[in-house]
């Protein structure tokens, strides 16, 4: 825990890779998507894949907790 009593940011992207990890069972294997999971592709490039593949629901989680994440920062 950081010095305010927050997750610090390993704990974050931790969680990040977990919804990542719950998402991936879901997507067929020749998906764009999971083929970026797989690859373990920087978390935008998969964010951008979901969007272009109309995986909207997983693009508002990341997005969510992406948010989460800049309010612990600032």
Known sequence: MSTVGRPIMGQSVSDLEELIAEFRPMLPSQSKTAQAIDRRDPFEEIAHKAIDEGY????????????????RVT
């Open 56 to 71: 909207i629901q997983f693009v508002d989680q990341f997005g969510k907790f992406m948010e989460i994440c800049l309010r």
